[in-house]
């Protein structure tokens, strides 16, 4: 079975431009959570998507924005770049029942993304 | 909010040995998850081994076990006869337990593990 599926790999842009990120949970997945990963720290929460509607949103400025499609697909949206968004941008996807007790993550191979 | 610390920014182990990864972590909930991520060299991350806090018996996955000291806040991982394999970034994550919520992973900073010959 594919897992999450991430693209693209790499990418490079220059400041003050705009970058669509995407990604594809495992099918029967009806959740996506979005984490950017500075290089040499942990990752942190952005997004949590489950069913087209955000369920969840870290600590980032309204130049991120991010939606999920009726196939669970979701795409990342970053406005305005700026340096210090060059990080890996990794997706995770879950099941996410209505009874939640735990619903395991299981994490793309994320995308590079390089602000000049 | 919640934190989690990883003091242990590197360690090295030689093939079959044993090594302990140490975390501790904040917070005011009750009822949480913690969870022991690895992310090898440019593939991506991977669950090794989760614990609910509910429960007192410490979590074993094959060589991979945790001391959860939950008084303490500390969320230890202990790798057995340490493999090649195993080198890898190793992070220590932390999830509120809850329905309706957001299945939020709060991430430490990571230890870098090398297991060499």
């Known amino acids: 079975d594919a897992g999450v599926t991430q693209s693209p790999t790499h990418l490079i842009k220059t400041r003050g431009q705009q970058v669509t990120l995407r990604c594809s949970p495992i099918?029967?997945?009806?959740?996506v959570s979005w984490y950017q990963q500075v290089l040499g720290q942990g990752p942190q929460f952005i997004f949590q998507?489950?069913?087209?509607?955000?369920?969840g949103r870290g600590n980032f400025p309204d130049r991120f924005s991010a939606r999920q499609f009726p196939n669970y697909s979701s795409e990342l949206n970053v406005n305005a770049l700026l340096l210090g968004d060059s990080a890996l941008y990794l997706c995770?996807?879950?099941?996410?029942?209505?009874?939640?007790?735990?619903?395991?993550?299981?994490f793309g191979p994320g995308t590079r993304l390089t602000v000049l | 909010a919640q934190t989690v610390t990883q003091s242990q920014p590197e360690m090295s182990v030689q093939e079959a040995e044993t090594v302990t990864l140490s975390c501790t972590y904040d917070?005011?909930?009750?009822?949480?998850?913690l969870f022991w991520y690895k992310q090898p060299p440019s593939r991506q991350m991977i669950l090794v081994i989760r614990?609910?806090?509910?429960?007192?018996q410490n979590a074993t996955e094959n060589r991979f076990s945790v001391n959860f000291q939950k008084a303490a806040k500390s969320f230890s991982l202990k790798i057995s006869d340490s493999q090649l394999g195993d080198t890898a970034m190793y992070f220590c994550?932390?999830?509120?337990?809850?329905?309706?919520?957001?299945?939020?992973?709060?991430f430490g900073t990571g230890t870098r593990l090398q297991v060499t010959l």
């Open positions: 995770a996807s879950s099941w996410e029942g209505l009874r939640r007790s735990y619903n395991e993550q299981f």
């Open positions: 099918s029967g997945h009806k959740s």
């Open positions: 998507y489950y069913e087209k509607e955000e369920r």
């Open positions: 917070t005011s909930e009750n009822n949480y998850y």
């Open positions: 614990q609910e806090a509910y429960k007192q």
């Open positions: 994550a932390f999830m509120k337990h809850g329905t309706g919520t957001a299945s939020k992973l709060t």
